[in-house]
T-cell receptor, first 115, second 117 residues
Framework: AQTVTQSQPEMSVQEAETVTLSCTYDTSENNYYLFWYKQPPSRQMILVIRQEAYKQQNATENRFSVNFQKAAKSFSLKISDSQLGDTAMYFCAFMKHVGDDKIIFGKGTRLHILP | KAGVTQTPRYLIKTRGQQVTLSCSPISGHRSVSWYQQTPGQGLQFLFEYFSETQRNKGNFPGRFSGRQFSNSRSEMNVSTLELGDSALYLC????????????????FGEGSRLTVL
């Protein structure tokens, strides 16, 4: 069974700094998908960024980028120029096959951006 | 396009009671997944329904059940409530693999917060 591990339960950084959230996963699959989701306080969870395992290039979405290390089964999220609005729970997630398979989440990292 | 709607948003029950939660997915989404979110365990997958059929199931006891209707709306039911069932229950919908442009992205509702006393 696939597992997703987020080793940092909570983190705090100053506004404008760069922060990296860690995620490791375990799978025997070769093709799969990885996600980072953001859950702001009392608000809906939304997708931040998505990576397809067969793509070697790391995904980037504005200030958010990932460091995908397939051999190491590592998928970290880097937030550059952090903003107060980045304060949220961040969940790393894994999915084997698009559309048919369940999406498995890690336990989350609570990120505080300090003014 | 309206987002995922969950009702009720908050509810309080006592041990031994049962509860039914409702989820209306984004129009056109035929897949609905349910997750239990607790501070200690994060998001745990309950089950997923697609075209009225349970497609995937997590490791929860039989007290947790669900169903999906022909209009893709879904309900989940928890019977014989226990204190440990207190949680935020999240519903999420996504497009089918048969639709072009499917990214696997889940679209979440705001959740139903259940407190069991």
């Amino acid at each position: 069974a696939q597992t997703v591990t987020q080793s940092q339960p909570e983190m705090s950084v100053q506004e404008a700094e760069t922060v990296t959230l860690s995620c490791t996963y375990d799978t025997s699959e070769n093709n799969y998908y990885l996600f980072w989701y953001k859950q702001p306080p009392s608000r809906q969870m939304i997708l931040v960024i998505r990576q397809e395992a067969y793509k070697q290039q790391n995904a980037t979405e504005n200030r958010f980028s990932v460091n995908f290390q397939k051999a190491a089964k590592s998928f970290s999220l880097k937030i550059s120029d952090s903003q107060l609005g980045d304060t949220a729970m961040y969940f790393c997630a894994f999915m084997k096959h698009v559309g048919d398979d369940k999406i498995i989440f890690g336990k989350g990292t609570r990120l505080h951006i300090l003014p | 396009k309206a987002g995922v709607t969950q009702t009720p948003r908050y509810l309080i029950k006592t041990r031994g009671q049962q509860v039914t939660l409702s989820c209306s997915p984004i129009s056109g989404h035929r897949s609905v997944s349910w997750y239990q979110q607790t501070p200690g365990q994060g998001l745990q997958f309950l089950f997923e329904y697609f075209s009225e059929t349970q497609r995937n199931k997590g490791n929860f006891p039989g007290r947790f059940s669900g169903r999906q209707f022909s209009n893709s709306r879904s309900e989940m039911n928890v019977s014989t409530l226990e204190l440990g069932d207190s949680a935020l229950y999240l519903c999420a919908s996504r497009t089918s693999v048969h639709f072009g442009g499917n990214t696997g992205e889940l679209f979440f509702g705001e959740g139903s917060r259940l407190t069991v006393l």
